[in-house]
Each structure stands twice: as C-alpha cells, then as structure tokens.
C-alpha cells in the first residue's frame, strides 16, 4: 500500500465554519506533512510533523491548526478561514523524521480543494 | 529562497527531446523532482544529492552541478504521458530532504 489518503476532496465553508481535513498513510512514514498550493503555483510547506511531534510550522496563521493523533493520521483543523484561504491542500509523508533524511522522497495524496465563501 | 525554473514553458512533438533547468542561490544538499499532471497530487521523478547519489526514475534523467548550484532534467524521447508540470524542490543541508522549496513549475505539453 503505497497510497496517502485524504478526505474530504471537496469542500465548501463559510468564514465562521470549523471543518477539518483528514490524511492517512499505511507506509510506516514517520514524517509528515502539509502543503498548501494555488492555481497554477508550487506547493507552499505550512507544517511538518516528525515523530508525531510538531517540527516545522512555516508562519502559518492560527486559523489553520494541524494534528497528528498517531503516526498514521494528520488532520488541519480550519476556524474562522478567509476567502483568500481558498487553495488544494495537500498532504503528504516520507520515511524516516526530520533529522537525517536524506532522500526525503514525498509521497502525495491528491488533495483537499477548499473554497472558502 | 525560491529556485528559478526554466523555461517556463515547453511544446514538444512525441519522440523529442526537453531539458528543464534548475537553479538557486544559495548551497544545495539535495534537489527533487516532481511532475505534477492538473488535477492530480505531484509525483515524484528524482531525488539528486549532493555527492552524486541519484535515485529515481528509470526513464528519465537528471545532473546536479553543486558548485553551480544547477540540476537539469532531462527528458528523451518524450511520451505523451510525460506532459504536465514539472516542480523541482531544493534543500538546504540543516534539513535534509524534509523542507522542500519548489520552484515556479515547468508546464510540459507534448503532442502527437
């Protein structure tokens, strides 16, 4: 099983909605992350997860808040978003954590797409 | 900081050949490939290293000049299923492969 999963692949919120994003992966990778990406632009990191601890958060608002329950699962809790916030949010993971990795080869699920209204 | 990708953009007839370039401005320990087709998560390609180690994908084929800071992809005799955005992520030594920073994309359109 070579997959990462992401639920939902749509969704629509208002500015005052609490949603979440859920992601699993069954590879045994212990790192993880979140990527946000507009139309037609690279993904921008927002978090990083090794060891289910939290290792990188890129000066994301607190609006967006990640989780990672177990070394399967990550979430971003959404709360209070903007339309700007509109955008695919990917996750993904690679073997080993933060500290090390040398090829740090990403698997991606293929996104939540999030519009904000 | 942001690689500089180029071109921006590439046409190609099936069967022809395309370079996609690279390069940053500060030390590289590790550059990625991804090509990511609309609609569809990235996927990814190569992983070059500083030091010369390679690891990816059978078909195609990438260089990593350290002292110039460059990585060219390479991509022969292309297939239509090679179209799509190609993104290469760099990474500094401190973090290893885990804080990519992409590069603007190259979108690759290949033609019967």
């Known amino acids: 099983d070579t997959e990462v999963t992401q639920t939902p692949k749509h969704l629509v919120m208002g500015m005052t909605n609490k949603k979440s994003l859920k992601c699993e992966q069954h590879?045994?990778?212990?790192?993880m992350y979140w990527y946000k990406q507009k139309a037609k632009k690279p993904p921008e990191l927002m978090f990083v997860?090794?060891?289910?601890?939290?290792?990188i958060n890129e000066s994301v608002p607190s609006r967006f808040s990640p989780e990672c329950p177990n070394s399967s699962l990550l979430n971003l809790h959404l709360h209070a978003l903007q339309p700007e916030d509109s955008a695919l949010y990917l996750c993904?993971?690679?073997?080993?954590?933060?500290?090390?990795?040398?090829?740090?080869?990403?698997?991606f699920g293929e996104g939540s797409r999030l519009t904000v209204l | 900081q942001q690689p500089v990708q180029s071109p921006q953009a590439v046409i190609l007839r099936e069967g022809e050949d395309a370079v996609i370039n690279c390069s940053s401005s500060?030390?590289?320990?590790?550059v990625h490939w991804y090509r990511q087709k609309h609609g569809e998560a990235p996927v990814f390609l190569m992983i070059?290293?500083?030091?010369?180690e390679q690891k990816g994908h059978e078909k195609i084929s990438a260089s990593f000049n350290e002292k110039k800071q460059q990585s060219s992809l390479y991509l022969t005799a292309s297939q239509l299923s090679y179209s799509g955005t190609y993104f290469c992520?760099?990474?500094?030594?401190?973090?290893?492969?885990?804080?990519?920073?992409f590069g603007e994309g190259t979108q690759l359109t290949v033609n019967p």
């Open positions: 500060k030390a590289l320990y590790s």
């Open positions: 992520g760099t990474g500094g030594k401190e973090t290893s492969g885990s804080r990519l920073t």
């Open positions: 070059l290293l500083k030091g010369g």
């Open positions: 993904a993971s690679s073997q080993g954590g933060l500290a090390g990795v040398g090829t740090g080869e990403l698997f």
């Open positions: 590879m045994g990778h212990r790192a």
């Open positions: 997860y090794s060891y289910e601890k939290l290792s």
